[in-house]
Protein backbone atom coordinates (compact mmCIF):
# COMPACT_ATOMS: atom_id res chain seq x y z
CA UNK A 1 0.00 0.00 0.00
CA UNK A 2 1.33 3.59 -1.24
CA UNK A 3 2.10 5.62 1.93
CA UNK A 4 -0.93 7.10 3.73
CA UNK A 5 -2.05 10.92 3.65
CA UNK A 6 -3.88 12.69 6.43
CA UNK A 7 -5.06 16.24 7.64
CA UNK A 8 -4.99 17.46 11.18
CA UNK A 9 -8.25 19.03 11.19
CA UNK A 10 -8.53 22.51 10.74
CA UNK A 11 -8.18 25.06 7.54
CA UNK A 12 -8.30 29.15 7.98
CA UNK A 13 -11.74 30.20 7.98
CA UNK A 14 -12.44 33.18 5.79
CA UNK A 15 -12.16 36.89 6.69
CA UNK A 16 -15.90 36.99 5.86
CA UNK A 17 -16.56 33.79 8.34
CA UNK A 18 -14.35 35.20 10.84
CA UNK A 19 -16.33 38.67 10.98
CA UNK A 20 -20.11 36.58 10.60
CA UNK A 21 -18.70 34.97 14.40
CA UNK A 22 -17.79 38.81 15.24
CA UNK A 23 -21.13 39.74 14.25
CA UNK A 24 -22.82 36.85 16.17
CA UNK A 25 -21.18 37.84 19.51
CA UNK A 26 -22.05 41.19 18.95
CA UNK A 27 -25.92 40.84 18.36
CA UNK A 28 -25.87 41.70 14.50
CA UNK A 29 -26.97 38.22 13.43
CA UNK A 30 -28.55 35.45 14.16
CA UNK A 31 -27.03 31.89 14.75
CA UNK A 32 -28.85 30.66 11.83
CA UNK A 33 -27.51 33.43 9.68
CA UNK A 34 -24.30 32.26 11.15
CA UNK A 35 -24.45 28.54 10.47
CA UNK A 36 -25.31 29.49 6.85
CA UNK A 37 -21.61 31.03 6.50
CA UNK A 38 -20.10 28.11 7.94
CA UNK A 39 -22.04 25.92 5.52
CA UNK A 40 -20.72 27.70 2.63
CA UNK A 41 -17.28 27.65 4.23
CA UNK A 42 -17.77 24.25 4.83
CA UNK A 43 -18.47 23.37 1.82
CA UNK A 44 -15.51 24.87 -0.63
CA UNK A 45 -13.06 23.51 1.89
CA UNK A 46 -15.12 19.71 1.00
CA UNK A 47 -14.67 20.59 -2.82
CA UNK A 48 -11.31 22.10 -2.78
CA UNK A 49 -9.99 19.44 -0.86
CA UNK A 50 -11.28 17.29 -3.30
CA UNK A 51 -9.54 18.27 -5.78
CA UNK A 52 -6.40 18.03 -4.45
CA UNK A 53 -6.73 14.06 -3.73
CA UNK A 54 -7.17 13.71 -0.36
CA UNK A 55 -8.46 10.35 0.75
CA UNK A 56 -10.32 11.78 4.02
CA UNK A 57 -12.03 14.83 3.81
CA UNK A 58 -13.59 17.21 6.20
CA UNK A 59 -14.86 21.14 6.48
CA UNK A 60 -11.60 22.30 8.02
CA UNK A 61 -13.39 23.14 11.21
CA UNK A 62 -15.47 25.83 9.65
CA UNK A 63 -17.96 25.45 12.34
CA UNK A 64 -16.01 24.83 14.90
CA UNK A 65 -15.23 27.91 17.78
CA UNK A 66 -12.06 26.18 18.10
CA UNK A 67 -10.52 22.43 18.33
CA UNK A 68 -10.41 22.20 21.41
CA UNK A 69 -13.84 23.89 22.64
CA UNK A 70 -15.96 23.05 19.70
CA UNK A 71 -18.16 20.87 22.03
CA UNK A 72 -18.73 23.56 25.05
CA UNK A 73 -19.28 26.96 23.43
CA UNK A 74 -20.48 28.42 20.03
CA UNK A 75 -17.63 31.08 19.53
CA UNK A 76 -14.62 32.22 21.30
CA UNK A 77 -16.22 34.88 22.93
CA UNK A 78 -18.47 32.48 24.95
CA UNK A 79 -22.01 33.12 22.96
CA UNK A 80 -23.55 29.29 23.86
CA UNK A 81 -21.49 28.19 26.32
CA UNK A 82 -22.39 24.87 27.66
CA UNK A 83 -24.26 24.66 31.72
CA UNK A 84 -21.73 24.44 34.43
CA UNK A 85 -19.13 26.88 32.89
CA UNK A 86 -18.07 30.43 33.01
CA UNK A 87 -15.58 32.11 30.65
CA UNK A 88 -12.87 32.77 33.05
CA UNK A 89 -10.92 29.22 33.13
CA UNK A 90 -7.27 28.81 33.34
CA UNK A 91 -5.14 29.33 29.94
CA UNK A 92 -4.41 26.28 27.61
CA UNK A 93 -1.43 28.04 26.32
CA UNK A 94 0.67 31.21 26.14
CA UNK A 95 2.18 31.35 22.58
CA UNK A 96 5.75 32.79 21.84
CA UNK A 97 4.42 35.81 20.54
CA UNK A 98 2.62 36.44 23.62
CA UNK A 99 -1.00 35.76 22.75
CA UNK A 100 -2.80 33.09 24.91
CA UNK A 101 -5.98 30.98 24.79
CA UNK A 102 -8.11 30.79 27.99
CA UNK A 103 -10.46 27.64 28.30
CA UNK A 104 -13.94 28.12 30.60
CA UNK A 105 -14.19 27.12 33.79
CA UNK A 106 -16.11 24.91 35.79
CA UNK A 107 -18.60 25.77 38.00
CA UNK A 108 -20.24 22.47 39.53
CA UNK A 109 -21.88 19.33 38.11
CA UNK A 110 -22.95 17.35 35.64
CA UNK A 111 -20.25 18.07 32.83
CA UNK A 112 -22.12 17.66 29.51
CA UNK A 113 -21.04 18.52 25.83
CA UNK A 114 -23.41 20.72 23.93
CA UNK A 115 -22.53 19.92 20.82
CA UNK A 116 -21.02 16.44 19.53
CA UNK A 117 -18.69 16.69 16.54
CA UNK A 118 -20.96 13.93 14.95
CA UNK A 119 -23.67 16.79 13.94
CA UNK A 120 -20.43 18.35 11.58
CA UNK A 121 -19.77 14.98 10.07
CA UNK A 122 -23.42 13.99 9.08
CA UNK A 123 -23.69 17.78 7.33
CA UNK A 124 -20.02 17.02 5.32
CA UNK A 125 -21.46 13.26 5.03
CA UNK A 126 -24.35 14.69 2.93
CA UNK A 127 -22.02 17.24 0.96
CA UNK A 128 -19.51 14.90 -0.53
CA UNK A 129 -19.12 11.51 -1.43
CA UNK A 130 -15.35 11.01 -0.28
CA UNK A 131 -14.93 9.35 2.82
CA UNK A 132 -14.55 11.84 5.76
CA UNK A 133 -12.65 12.39 8.87
CA UNK A 134 -13.00 14.14 12.16
CA UNK A 135 -10.95 15.83 14.66
CA UNK A 136 -11.93 15.11 18.44
CA UNK A 137 -10.78 16.99 21.97
CA UNK A 138 -9.03 15.09 24.37
CA UNK A 139 -10.57 14.04 27.60
CA UNK A 140 -6.80 15.50 28.76
CA UNK A 141 -7.70 18.90 27.46
CA UNK A 142 -11.29 18.89 28.94
CA UNK A 143 -9.74 18.10 32.14
CA UNK A 144 -8.34 21.35 32.57
CA UNK A 145 -11.92 22.89 32.49
CA UNK A 146 -11.64 21.21 36.38
CA UNK A 147 -10.33 24.14 38.97
CA UNK A 148 -6.50 22.74 39.43
CA UNK A 149 -6.23 22.70 42.94
CA UNK A 150 -9.37 22.70 44.54
CA UNK A 151 -12.64 20.32 44.25
CA UNK A 152 -15.73 21.46 42.88
CA UNK A 153 -18.47 21.12 45.77
CA UNK A 154 -20.85 18.42 45.26
CA UNK A 155 -18.82 17.08 42.02
CA UNK A 156 -15.88 15.58 42.51
CA UNK A 157 -12.74 15.79 40.16
CA UNK A 158 -13.09 12.02 39.90
CA UNK A 159 -17.03 12.14 39.22
CA UNK A 160 -15.92 15.07 36.45
CA UNK A 161 -12.81 12.96 35.10
CA UNK A 162 -15.46 9.97 34.76
CA UNK A 163 -18.19 12.29 32.74
CA UNK A 164 -15.33 13.24 30.50
CA UNK A 165 -14.79 9.77 29.87
CA UNK A 166 -18.27 9.35 29.10
CA UNK A 167 -18.74 12.37 27.03
CA UNK A 168 -15.19 11.89 24.50
CA UNK A 169 -15.89 8.01 24.00
CA UNK A 170 -19.71 9.53 23.15
CA UNK A 171 -17.96 12.02 20.55
CA UNK A 172 -16.00 9.67 19.02
CA UNK A 173 -18.83 6.76 18.40
CA UNK A 174 -20.99 9.58 17.21
CA UNK A 175 -18.26 10.36 14.86
CA UNK A 176 -18.18 6.41 13.39
CA UNK A 177 -22.06 6.24 13.55
CA UNK A 178 -22.39 9.24 11.31
CA UNK A 179 -20.43 7.70 8.75
CA UNK A 180 -16.50 8.69 9.70
CA UNK A 181 -13.89 6.96 8.51
CA UNK A 182 -11.39 8.16 10.97
CA UNK A 183 -11.25 10.13 14.00
CA UNK A 184 -7.91 11.96 15.07
CA UNK A 185 -7.95 13.18 18.72
CA UNK A 186 -6.21 16.58 19.16
CA UNK A 187 -3.69 16.57 21.93
CA UNK A 188 -1.59 19.74 22.15
CA UNK A 189 -1.60 19.81 25.49
CA UNK A 190 1.14 16.52 25.44
CA UNK A 191 4.12 18.58 24.33
CA UNK A 192 2.89 21.75 26.78
CA UNK A 193 2.69 19.46 29.73
CA UNK A 194 6.32 19.46 30.08
CA UNK A 195 7.28 23.36 29.99
CA UNK A 196 7.08 24.58 33.18
CA UNK A 197 5.35 28.04 32.65
CA UNK A 198 5.03 29.71 35.95
CA UNK A 199 2.56 32.29 34.12
CA UNK A 200 0.30 28.90 33.19
CA UNK A 201 0.54 26.70 36.20
CA UNK A 202 -0.95 23.66 34.93
CA UNK A 203 1.99 22.89 32.87
CA UNK A 204 4.50 22.91 35.91
CA UNK A 205 2.30 20.18 37.39
CA UNK A 206 4.00 17.09 35.43
CA UNK A 207 0.55 16.52 33.96
CA UNK A 208 1.77 13.79 30.85
CA UNK A 209 1.50 11.06 32.64
CA UNK A 210 -2.37 11.38 34.16
CA UNK A 211 -3.12 12.88 30.61
CA UNK A 212 -1.71 9.43 28.88
CA UNK A 213 -4.05 7.39 31.08
CA UNK A 214 -7.19 9.28 31.04
CA UNK A 215 -7.00 9.28 27.39
CA UNK A 216 -6.52 5.43 27.72
CA UNK A 217 -9.39 5.05 29.74
CA UNK A 218 -11.88 6.24 26.96
CA UNK A 219 -9.47 4.58 23.91
CA UNK A 220 -9.57 1.38 25.64
CA UNK A 221 -13.19 1.05 25.39
CA UNK A 222 -12.88 0.49 21.72
CA UNK A 223 -11.82 -3.01 19.94
CA UNK A 224 -8.74 -3.39 18.09
CA UNK A 225 -10.79 -2.63 14.62
CA UNK A 226 -11.82 0.29 15.80
CA UNK A 227 -8.80 2.17 17.31
CA UNK A 228 -7.01 1.23 13.41
CA UNK A 229 -9.18 4.17 12.62
CA UNK A 230 -8.72 6.07 15.86
CA UNK A 231 -5.48 8.80 15.85
CA UNK A 232 -3.64 11.07 18.00
CA UNK A 233 -1.90 14.55 16.75
CA UNK A 234 0.62 15.98 18.22
CA UNK A 235 1.98 19.24 17.55
CA UNK A 236 3.58 22.17 19.44
CA UNK A 237 0.64 24.47 18.71
CA UNK A 238 -0.50 26.14 15.49
CA UNK A 239 -2.20 29.94 16.55
CA UNK A 240 -1.97 32.85 14.63
CA UNK A 241 1.38 31.28 13.43
CA UNK A 242 2.67 30.96 16.61
CA UNK A 243 3.64 27.97 19.05
CA UNK A 244 3.12 27.11 22.50
CA UNK A 245 5.44 24.61 23.26
CA UNK A 246 8.58 24.08 20.48
CA UNK A 247 11.30 24.44 23.11
CA UNK A 248 10.08 21.69 25.21
CA UNK A 249 12.16 18.35 24.46
CA UNK A 250 10.52 16.35 22.18
CA UNK A 251 11.90 12.82 23.60
CA UNK A 252 10.26 13.74 27.26
CA UNK A 253 6.45 13.29 25.01
CA UNK A 254 7.66 10.76 22.34
CA UNK A 255 8.97 8.27 25.15
CA UNK A 256 5.30 8.31 27.00
CA UNK A 257 3.07 9.13 24.01
CA UNK A 258 3.04 5.91 21.96
CA UNK A 259 1.81 4.39 25.24
CA UNK A 260 -1.42 5.50 24.14
CA UNK A 261 -3.45 2.34 22.63
CA UNK A 262 -4.02 4.19 19.17
CA UNK A 263 -4.07 2.61 15.91
CA UNK A 264 -2.35 5.92 14.53
CA UNK A 265 -0.79 9.19 15.13
CA UNK A 266 -0.67 12.27 13.51
CA UNK A 267 3.07 14.14 14.83
CA UNK A 268 4.58 17.30 14.08
CA UNK A 269 8.32 17.13 12.60
CA UNK A 270 8.82 19.73 9.17
CA UNK A 271 9.66 22.25 11.49
CA UNK A 272 11.85 20.50 13.99
CA UNK A 273 15.57 21.56 13.65
CA UNK A 274 16.32 18.05 13.85
CA UNK A 275 14.17 16.36 11.70
CA UNK A 276 16.36 13.05 11.72
CA UNK A 277 15.99 12.90 15.60
CA UNK A 278 12.30 12.78 15.70
CA UNK A 279 12.55 9.80 12.94
CA UNK A 280 14.37 7.73 15.58
CA UNK A 281 12.38 8.15 18.78
CA UNK A 282 9.14 7.74 16.18
CA UNK A 283 11.01 4.54 15.29
CA UNK A 284 12.09 3.74 18.74
CA UNK A 285 8.79 4.32 20.75
CA UNK A 286 6.13 3.62 18.14
CA UNK A 287 4.79 0.09 18.70
CA UNK A 288 4.09 -2.58 15.98
CA UNK A 289 1.50 -3.79 18.87
CA UNK A 290 -0.95 -1.99 20.75
CA UNK A 291 -2.85 -4.34 22.52
CA UNK A 292 -4.03 -5.58 18.53
CA UNK A 293 -3.14 -2.32 16.53
CA UNK A 294 0.15 -1.68 14.55
CA UNK A 295 0.58 2.23 15.67
CA UNK A 296 0.88 3.71 12.28
CA UNK A 297 3.11 7.08 12.33
CA UNK A 298 2.10 9.80 9.69
CA UNK A 299 5.08 12.13 9.83
CA UNK A 300 4.26 16.37 9.28
CA UNK A 301 6.05 17.01 6.17
CA UNK A 302 4.32 20.53 5.72
CA UNK A 303 4.52 23.73 7.97
CA UNK A 304 1.27 25.19 8.40
CA UNK A 305 3.01 28.16 9.93
CA UNK A 306 5.05 29.44 7.22
CA UNK A 307 3.29 30.64 3.64
CA UNK A 308 6.42 28.79 1.75
CA UNK A 309 5.18 26.03 0.35
CA UNK A 310 7.25 22.79 0.32
CA UNK A 311 7.62 21.39 -3.28
CA UNK A 312 6.82 17.61 -3.71
CA UNK A 313 10.15 17.00 -3.78
CA UNK A 314 11.00 17.92 -0.67
CA UNK A 315 7.76 16.33 0.88
CA UNK A 316 9.08 12.83 -0.79
CA UNK A 317 12.85 13.22 0.78
CA UNK A 318 11.48 13.80 4.13
CA UNK A 319 9.34 10.52 4.16
CA UNK A 320 12.48 8.58 1.96
CA UNK A 321 14.60 9.53 4.86
CA UNK A 322 11.64 8.58 7.54
CA UNK A 323 11.75 5.44 6.42
CA UNK A 324 15.46 4.82 7.42
CA UNK A 325 14.02 4.40 11.23
CA UNK A 326 10.19 3.99 10.99
CA UNK A 327 8.85 0.85 9.19
CA UNK A 328 7.90 1.56 5.91
CA UNK A 329 4.18 -0.55 7.03
CA UNK A 330 3.57 1.85 9.26
CA UNK A 331 4.97 5.57 7.72
CA UNK A 332 2.15 7.88 6.71
CA UNK A 333 2.24 11.89 5.49
CA UNK A 334 0.44 14.68 7.23
CA UNK A 335 0.88 18.57 8.39
CA UNK A 336 2.57 19.32 11.45
CA UNK A 337 -0.91 20.99 12.65
CA UNK A 338 -4.49 22.03 11.86
CA UNK A 339 -3.71 25.03 9.51
CA UNK A 340 -6.16 27.10 11.79
CA UNK A 341 -7.05 25.37 15.02
CA UNK A 342 -8.87 28.69 16.57
CA UNK A 343 -11.71 29.93 14.47
CA UNK A 344 -10.43 33.64 14.53
CA UNK A 345 -7.17 33.49 13.26
CA UNK A 346 -5.96 36.53 11.16
CA UNK A 347 -2.18 34.35 9.91
CA UNK A 348 -0.17 36.77 10.07
CA UNK A 349 2.94 35.74 8.58
CA UNK A 350 0.48 35.28 5.54
CA UNK A 351 -1.18 38.52 5.35
CA UNK A 352 -4.38 37.04 5.49
CA UNK A 353 -6.74 34.06 6.42
CA UNK A 354 -8.26 34.07 2.66
CA UNK A 355 -4.37 34.17 0.95
CA UNK A 356 -3.63 31.74 3.89
CA UNK A 357 -6.21 29.14 2.76
CA UNK A 358 -5.11 28.94 -0.93
CA UNK A 359 -1.69 28.20 0.29
CA UNK A 360 -3.28 25.75 2.49
CA UNK A 361 -4.89 23.86 -0.60
CA UNK A 362 -0.84 23.93 -2.20
CA UNK A 363 0.36 22.84 0.12
CA UNK A 364 -1.60 19.47 0.89
CA UNK A 365 -1.74 18.88 -3.02
CA UNK A 366 2.26 18.67 -2.54
CA UNK A 367 2.30 16.56 0.36
CA UNK A 368 0.44 14.32 -1.59
CA UNK A 369 2.48 14.28 -4.29
CA UNK A 370 5.13 14.25 -2.50
CA UNK A 371 3.86 10.88 -0.24
CA UNK A 372 3.62 9.41 -3.83
CA UNK A 373 6.94 9.69 -5.29
CA UNK A 374 8.25 8.47 -1.73
CA UNK A 375 6.21 5.58 -2.41
CA UNK A 376 7.77 4.86 -5.60
CA UNK A 377 11.40 5.91 -4.72
CA UNK A 378 10.51 3.29 -1.53
CA UNK A 379 8.88 0.84 -3.73
CA UNK A 380 5.93 0.41 -2.03
ZN1 LIG B 1 -1.80 20.82 16.25
Excluded at 196 to 211: A, C, H, I, V, Y
Aim: hydrophobic residues 35%; glycine residues 8%.
Amino acid sequence: MPIPTETVGSLPRPLKLQEAYEDLDQGRITWEQLQEMQDASALDSLQRLEKTGELYVNDGEQRESSFATYSITDTLAGTGLADNLAGDGQFFAIFDDGHHRQLPRLTGGPFRYKTFASEYVTKNKAATDKPVKQAVISASMMMLLYPLEEELEGYSREEFLSDVCDEVEKDIRGCFEAGAERVSIDFTEGRLAGKNDSRNPWTGKNMLQEFIDLNNRVIDRFSPEERANIGIHTCPGGDCDSVHSKEVDYELLLSKMFELNAGYFLIQCASQEDKEAVYELVGKYSRDDANGVPQVCFMGVINPLSPEVESAEQVRDDLVAAAEHIPKERLGATDDCGFSPFSRDLKPSHGSPDFARDIAMQKITNRIEGARLASEALGI
